[in-house]
């Protein structure tokens, strides 16, 4: 969220994210008809929204590629750690890889207290992610093309 501004005018930028596409739109009209409303009740172009889609639930591309976040999660337990899916809105490029046809599930990175100014990833957890994709490489030649 970001909020700029002077004496003539002002802009905010919202990123907007749901996991059901249902609420996902409601949330964008939202905008849109408070836009419209403020345009009414003051001078018309007072207001003027803009909106970008950059955020995807990634969820209804894997829902018949399961087998490919099942291999994650098998490769994790092969490795003697416990696999946790936890839904994401996008963000990442693996989002954007999933929505142009390369399905890409999320691994994480053993990141912690991520978008502050605590964020940090030790050498450990990184050196675990390695072997966790290497892990999938070995796995992953078993499955037929």
């Known amino acids: 969220m970001e909020f700029s501004g002077d004496v003539e005018s002002a802009k905010m ?13 409601a ?5 849109t008809e408070i836009a419209a409303f403020l345009n009414q ?7 003027a929204v803009t909106l970008k ?14 087998y490919i976040v099942e291999l994650a999660e ?6 003697g750690m416990e696999p ?8 990442t490029d693996g989002a954007e890889l999933t929505y ?4 890409c599930p999320n691994l994480g990175t053993g990141g912690q207290n991520y978008h502050g100014r605590y964020e940090f ?6 050196q675990a992610g390695v072997k966790i994709v290497l892990k999938i490489a070995g796995l992953a030649v078993d499955l037929p093309c």
Request: hydrophobic share 35%; with cysteine; aromatic share 10%.
């Open 53 to 66: 889609d950059s955020y995807k639930n990634m969820k209804q591309v894997f829902s018949d590629k399961m």
């Open 27 to 31: 949330q964008k009209k939202q905008f």
């Open 84 to 91: 946790k899916c936890v839904a994401i809105r996008g963000g």
């Open 13 to 25: 930028l919202y990123i907007i994210r749901n996991h059901q596409d249902k609420l996902f739109q």
């Open 41 to 47: 009740r003051y001078p018309a172009d007072t207001v």
């Open 74 to 79: 098998k490769a994790i337990a092969e490795l």
């Open 100 to 103: 142009k046809g390369i399905p």
């Open 121 to 126: 990833c030790c050498v450990e957890d990184m």
